[in-house]
């Protein structure tokens, strides 16, 4: 996909005269080389990834901006620019991150109205500068858009990717933080409750994960994760069964015993696809094998967290009563089904898609004389 916006050759090298860093192009098909425009594969630009795109997640206040490691890199140096090509922020990483964030200020987005940027990545050798490129890209794929109200986004630092594991009696806590390439860790506040609101177990700790113990079988517990550095939270439920799961009378005592957590964790689907509709959006995904249904989640703005929308045994739905013109986020998860303790056994969740329902467009006719 090409811009209709072109740079020419003159404007740019008056850019690159007067500036002493490598100028980040706001299109996507040409690359800058000594000040002259040419158009360029961005695929094949640079194979050796020297340059690459940054990946743009939004949070409330935040960009975080992610990319693939270069194994020699020293350091990276990540450009966002806007639409024009002007560089608006230089950040410079050391090179055992591959992420940072970028505070909402930097953008500068005017009241009710949003903007889009471009941010990519130059991963520079131990001693090198930046300015030894004088040529980078600004791909499709780096392009990203700020709304001057980000409220609408989830907290930065929430956990995600909240799973559970039974072991030895004990109810295995662990989730991601999208902050896990900071130095210092973030300190989360864990606490377990049971279905009258009591707290049955609480702790503070700088890992991603927890051992609850003392919950009874069969019971339900609401799991609370707050990230106190982020001030973030996260939340999600869970109905434990002891690890130790005994076999029905009659069948064979070899293996008399079955441990839940021996049991492989299904994968996410491997592409999560969407179509939008009127008032509706249709959800499909890839087969997982081993997969007895399929979870789909979207998430709720009031509770800033993914809610539980359907569960089933194909490999589509279609979420109804919509409004169009908004933007949904969806994610599937795979889930196996225990006969023996007749409960499901949550897979990975998928990445989130987005979905924004349409009307139809309304057909124009001519009429003839």
Known sequence: MKYSMKITASIMAAVMAVSSVPFCAGAVDFIVVDGTTQTSDVVSATTDKAVQNAVAELYDG??????????YAGAYAVKICDKDGKVVKSLYVHKKFKAVTVPETVFGVEHNKSADFFACVIALRTGESDNAYTSFYAPETSRFTVPSDMS???????????????????????????????????LFSVSVEDESGKTVYT????????????????????VKIYNKTQSAMADAEYTFVSDMVQNKPGQSGENSYVKKDSVTKLPAPLTV???????????????????DAYRIYMYDANSKSYKRKATVKGTKYTIKKLTNGKTYKFKVMPVKYDKMTKTYTAGTASKVVKAVPKAPEKSSKVKSN
């Open 62 to 71: 935040c960009v975080k901006l992610s990319w693939a490691e270069v194994p």
């Open 152 to 186: 609408k986004f989830p907290d930065y630092g929430t956990a995600y990717s909240i799973s559970f594991l039974v072991k030895d009696g004990k109810l295995l806590i662990g989730w991601k933080n999208p902050n896990d390439f900071a130095e210092d860790k973030d």
């Open 273 to 291: 696809k969407v179509k939008n509709g009127d008032k509706r959006a249709t959800i499909s995904w890839s087969k997982v094998d081993g997969a």
């Open 203 to 222: 702790t503070s700790t700088k890992n991603t994960y927890v051992e609850a113990s003392g919950l009874k079988d069969n019971k339900k517990y609401k």
